[in-house]
C-alpha cells in the first residue's frame, strides 16, 4: 500500500491585506464586523497606510471515500489523500471569502497574503505536498456540500506550489488575486 501525505489545518485561515486609501477619512472600516480586525493605520501624505486582516465567509473540505459526508462544521480542515484513519481518499478544500465587505472602494491593495495554520501531518514527518488551487465559479453551502453534491465549476488557476510540512503558521502571496476581487 501506497501512504499518500494529507495535511490537517485549523479553520483559522486569514487574508492579512496592506491597502492605500485616498483621503484623509479616520478609519476605512468598522473595527467591529466579525472576526475582522485593523492591525494597524499609518497617515502618509498619499493617503493611509491600513492593515487587516478578514476570515473566511465560508470553509469546507470534500472527501472521496465519504462522498456524501459533509465535513463544512468540523473545527479542522484536510488536504492530501488518506487511506488510514477515516479512510477519507482524496480531500479538497473549498474556501470563500467576502474581501468587498471589508475593503472600501478605491482602495489600493499594495500586499495580500494568505495564512494558515498547520496543525497536523500524517504520516508524522512526511515530505511536502505539492497543490493547485483554482477559482471556484460554483456555489456551495457549509453545511451541506459533498464530494456528490458539488459538481464543481472550475476558473482559472490560482497557483501551483508545496505545501510544507512543517507544522505551525504559512503564508502565501495572493495579492493579484485580491486585487482581481476588488476590482
Known amino acids: 500500500m501506497i501512504r499518500k501525505p494529507f495535511l490537517m489545518f485549523t479553520v483559522l485561515l486569514l487574508f492579512v491585506l496592506l491597502v492605500s486609501t485616498v483621503g484623509a477619512q479616520d478609519s476605512i472600516v468598522d473595527e467591529e464586523v466579525g472576526e475582522f480586525a485593523i492591525l494597524s493605520q499609518e497617515v502618509t501624505p498619499d493617503g493611509i497606510n491600513t492593515t487587516v486582516t478578514i476570515p473566511n465567509k465560508k470553509d469546507a473540505f470534500i472527501a472521496s471515500n465519504q462522498p456524501n459526508t459533509n465535513f463544512g462544521l468540523r473545527n479542522d480542515m484536510q488536504l492530501g489523500y488518506s487511506l488510514t484513519g477515516e479512510s477519507l481518499g482524496a480531500m479538497r478544500l473549498l474556501l470563500q471569502y467576502q474581501v468587498q465587505d471589508y475593503i472600501p472602494q478605491g482602495a489600493v491593495i499594495n500586499s495580500a497574503k494568505l495564512q494558515i495554520f498547520l496543525t497536523g501531518v500524517t ?59 476588488i476590482d
Open 123 to 181: 504520516p508524522a514527518g512526511d515530505a511536502n505536498m505539492g497543490f493547485k488551487a483554482l477559482y471556484l465559479t460554483s456555489e456551495w453551502s457549509e453545511k451541506s456540500v459533498t464530494w456528490n453534491s458539488h459538481q464543481p465549476a472550475w476558473g482559472s488557476e490560482i497557483g501551483i506550489g508545496n505545501a510544507s510540512s512543517q507544522l505551525g503558521w504559512h503564508e502565501g502571496d495572493v495579492t493579484q488575486m485580491v486585487r482581481e476581487w
